[in-house]
Structures are given as C-alpha cells and as structure tokens.
C-alpha cells in the first residue's frame, strides 16, 4: 500500500503542472481557432482561384474570348499563322487565338506557332514553361520561348514573321521601364499589313485590367491617341469594354490605307459550347 501512496504521489507531481498547462491552453486554442466559415473561404480562395469554379474569373474569360473571337483575322485558307504573346505568365488566353469551330471545320486558317517573350519567360520556372507548352500544343502550335530582359537587346525573332501579338492584362505593368522597347520590337517582327484582303490579318491585340490602361497613357475613348502604342506607330482600330473590369483593343500599323469605316466592336456573343472546347482540360 505504501509502494501504492508513493507512485500516485509521483504521477500527482507529473500531471498536475500538465494538467494547468492544458487548462491554460484550451481557451487559447478555442479563441484562435479559425472559425469553418472563415476556414471555407480561404480554402475556395486558394484551391478556386482562376478556375472554373471562380465566377470572376469566368466571366473574364468569356468576355476576353467573344471578343477576340470577333476581332480575329481573315487569312488564305488552310494557311497557318504565327502568333506572339508578350510577357505571358499562364497562356489562359492562347485558346482564343485560334478560329472557332466554323471556320477550323472549313479548314480556312490555323494557329501554326506560338511565341513566348519576355522576363516571365526568362524566369519562368520549369512547370510554368510547361504549362504554356501544353496550352500552344492543344491548339495544334509549335511553342518556342524567349527570355528578354534587357530593352537593348533585339529579340531572335525574324522581322517581318509574325502575324498576331498579345499583350495579356498585366503585361504592361510586367514590362515597366521596357515598355516603349517591347512596342518598338512589336512593330518590327509584325508582317507588313495592306489595305489588301489578305494583308489585312496583322493585328496587334491588348487585354487590359485599369492599372495597365494607366500605363498606355491614353485614353480609350479619344482612340488612344498620345499613348505609348501611338508613339510606336500603332493605331487604334476597334476596342470593348467588358463589365469584368476588362478591355480588349486591336491595334495595328499606322499608315494602312482604309477603304472603308471599321466600326467598333460592340453586340456580340460566344457560344458557350465553343469556349468549352477551347478550354477542354482548364482546371
């Protein structure tokens, strides 16, 4: 018994400064502890974001796409066309470079290849260059990447080559002090544009959030006159707004002969079905 009385004494000793201690922590962890809705939302935050799921996110890229889908150039048929995107992070718009499914069952034009320009290129990590690989490749292009950093530099781009270059939303802002050089470099590797019917699929297309509209230094509604596409020789040709907080404008070479009034884009609409398919496999 005494043997008893002396080990209960020991484990006393023992769990009575771990039992304060729990005590003392308890209602610490009940007050931090995140509350489930607080909880949910962070876990939608992080594992929605940019997806299907995120409503935003969607509706910017159903405007994005009906836009560009009207904007799009006509071309020979059967004949493939180059496409340059500027400081791309995620390739999410790639998809809307190509026609839809009318004109690709009528075989008039495809995507051939896609080019990738830019700091982001040059500091992109391996699954991000991966990730742009697998969006130009499910469009049917070529890939080809090139890290440019300093606004000195020309790119390995022939001159003349392109046919359509995009800047995404952000892209402007990712640029910074680079922005007049990148324009510059723009209008040099785009293929000459005429007032002829084939010559006229040289476009030069800009997705743009507010912050990167304040960076053209120009205003949409006077045609972006003064701004830096302006500088480098750019005109405005049609432009829309989206309720997304988005605007996409098409852009190409100034002196282009019109031979008639492009009007600008306003009532049109992209089949749902359709933007699935271009997007089949997003996550």
């Known amino acids: 018994m005494e043997n008893d009385n002396m080990l209960w004494k020991y484990r006393r000793r023992h769990w009575v400064p771990l039992l304060a201690l729990y005590t ?46 009207v904007l799009l150039p006509k071309a020979k048929p059967n004949s493939g066309l180059t496409a340059l995107e500027l400081e791309p992070t995620d390739g999410r718009y790639i998809g809307f470079l190509r026609p839809g499914a009318e004109e690709v069952a009528k075989k008039k034009w495809y995507l051939d290849e896609y080019i990738a320009v830019g700091r982001t290129v040059f500091e992109a990590e391996t699954d991000q260059v991966k990730k742009l690989k697998k969006e130009a490749n499910a469009q049917g292009a070529k890939p080809r990447f090139q890290g440019w950093v300093n606004p000195s530099e020309r790119w390995q781009v022939d001159k003349g080559s392109v046919d359509m270059a995009l800047l995404s ?67 405005l040709v049609a432009a829309k707004q989206g309720e997304c907080g988005l605007t996409v404008g098409y852009w190409r070479k100034k002196g282009i002969r019109k031979k008639k009034k492009i009007r600008e884009a306003k009532a049109f609409a992209v089949n749902p079905k359709e933007l699935n398919a271009l997007l089949e496999g997003d996550d």
Do not use: C, I
């Not at 909880?39 to 405007?63: E, G, H, I, L, P």
């Not at 952000?170 to 019917?197: I, N």
């Not at 297309?205 to 701004?227: C, I, L």
């Open 24 to 69: 003392l922590a308890l209602p610490a962890f009940v007050l931090h502890r995140t509350p489930p809705r607080a909880s949910a939302s962070r876990v939608r935050q992080r594992f929605f974001q940019n997806t299907w799921a995120d409503k935003d996110y969607m509706d910017r890229q159903f405007f994005v796409a009906g836009t560009l889908h």
């Open 169 to 235: 939303d952000g892209a402007m802002e990712r640029l910074g002090s680079r922005r007049e050089a990148a324009l510059m470099e723009l209008r040099r590797v785009l293929k000459p544009s005429g007032a002829k019917f084939f010559l006229n699929v040289r476009r030069l297309y800009a997705v743009a959030s507010n912050e990167d509209a304040k960076a053209f230094k120009g205003d949409w509604a006077d045609g972006m006159k003064g701004s830096v596409f302006d500088q480098a020789g750019f005109e």
